[in-house]
């Protein structure tokens, strides 16, 4: 392999629209609002995640500017998960104020903007500049939510003042595409496609997993005494099991154990947890997703996206299409999971104690 400056998701991420892989309807409406010069006051992202929402903001920015590596104070990037007060809001209202320092255009992407909906006084500060704008200024968003966007009267004044993209997620040949583009960068000549395509299979629909998955590959083969001329997959077996034993696979688990009433699993996957907040939004996410698939009785809507995860899920749980206590026992654990993320903001005790705490109470409540 070659020398990386940095871990492979970002060396082989899209710089320019013209490197980015999948929805390309998008991405060519994209090129038409640069080519045409007619910028909306902002342009919204919606998709589930890890299908590409923050890239194409910041191709869509890059190409504009001209500037690649955005290095340059009209781009700025904001996740509003950590930056939701009204201080917060304000402070980016007094930037977007701004001429652009290079004098085409200034962006201010707000990542997870459905998070500052919540607080009325900070969204409604925010839609006073979209609604009018400084004539060089482009508000971008980007968001895994827009059913929240509905739900409130400065939501739906934001959506209605955004040029939307709906994106969807990666298929197994755009994943294949982007994983092949780093082998041949790398130069990782001992690659065989069976090995690619089990990697593409084990990613979870995601890019960043699957460069994830060939840098521990790698550095598995590097690593390796008398390294073979094509690599076996029985020899990666075992790098992937523990490369892929990620968030998303430890929530479904914990759902799962949850919705059984199995404390003692619970308490196994507690131990191996190492980012517990990452896994509480997992199972947030997951759970809303399979209780939206039922309640449409599998029928496809732009707002629902059935990740792997959720998929995994949903086999676990064993649910048909449509019954009305499933419904409900799903609701009401989604109310409980949203209580579990708020508490586990405050650090008011571990996370992983917060889940425990959760888990048994749920657990009582159903026995």
Known sequence: MTDTDGQLHNKYRPKSLDQVIGNAHS??????????GKWPSAIAFFGQPSCGKTTLSQCLAADALGIPNL???DYTYVNMGDSRGIDDVRNLVQTARLSPSGGVR?????DEIQSVLSNAPAAAALLAPVENP???MTWLFSSMSPEKFSSTQNGRALLSRSQQFHLKGYTTEELAKQA???????EMGFMTRELRDLIVQECNGEMRTLANLLEGIGSYYAGMKNPPDKLPLEAVQEVLSIATG???KVAVRLLTSIYAGKMKNVLLELLGITDAFSVISKMIYMNYAVLNDLALAGARHQKVWMTPAAKALKDNLNLPKVAKYDLANMGRMQ????????QAQT?????DQAILRFAANYITAQT
Request: glycine share 4%; hydrophobic share 40%; proline share 5%.
């Open 27 to 36: 991405v060519t409406a994209l090129k038409g609002i640069i080519k045409s």
């Open 71 to 73: 290095k340059t104070p």
């Open 106 to 110: 200034r962006f201010i992407h707000l």
């Open 134 to 136: 400084h004539k060089r």
């Open 180 to 186: 092949n583009r780093i082998i041949r960068g790398e």
């Open 246 to 248: 990620d968030d998303d």
């Open 335 to 342: 109310v409980a999971l949203i209580d579990l993320k708020s």
């Open 347 to 351: 650090f008011a005790i571990p996370e």
